[in-house]
């Protein structure tokens, strides 16, 4: 599948990083959770974004800097999207408390809900 180019990727690169850089210890985020946090581009469709967005933030979080937490940002499956560093991202992830079942995180107990969560009450857990 052919993933179209953004005009200004850099732009894009840059509002993936400032979420990512939010997503606190301990919690995670998922590619098109972040992608949906961020305005369509001017120069995409919305459909072309709906369709890419979530490959665009992965191709961010592939290039980010070393200050951004990039251990945090993981497939919709709750699952580290295999590739060179993945054993490297479950173990940081591991020290930060995040429990695995097999190869797969519960994102109901572990997604960020996004910026202002901290105002936002958690819900206890029943089991």
């Known amino acids: ?12 690169y840059e509002h993936v990083w400032q979420l990512a850089r939010q997503i606190p210890p301990g919690r995670v985020a998922t590619y098109g959770q ?9 120069d995409v469709t919305p459909d072309e ?11 961010a979080m592939s290039a980010c800097p070393a200050d951004v937490p990039w251990q945090r ?3 919709s499956q709750g ?7 993945a054993e490297q ?11 695995f079942v097999k190869d797969r995180i519960d994102l109901k107990a572990y997604q960020w809900r996004g910026p202002g969560e901290a105002e936002q009450p958690r819900q206890a857990r029943l089991f």
């Open 49 to 59: 974004y709906q369709a890419f967005g979530a490959r665009w933030v992965g191709t």
């Open 79 to 85: 699952k580290i999207s295999q590739r060179p560093g």
């Open 89 to 99: 991202q479950r173990q940081l992830l591991e020290n930060e408390g995040i429990l």
């Open 73 to 75: 940002v993981i497939n």
């Open 34 to 42: 972040l992608a949906q946090l961020i305005p369509c581009p001017t």
């Open 1 to 12: 599948m052919n993933i179209p180019s953004l005009s200004n990727p850099h732009s894009f």
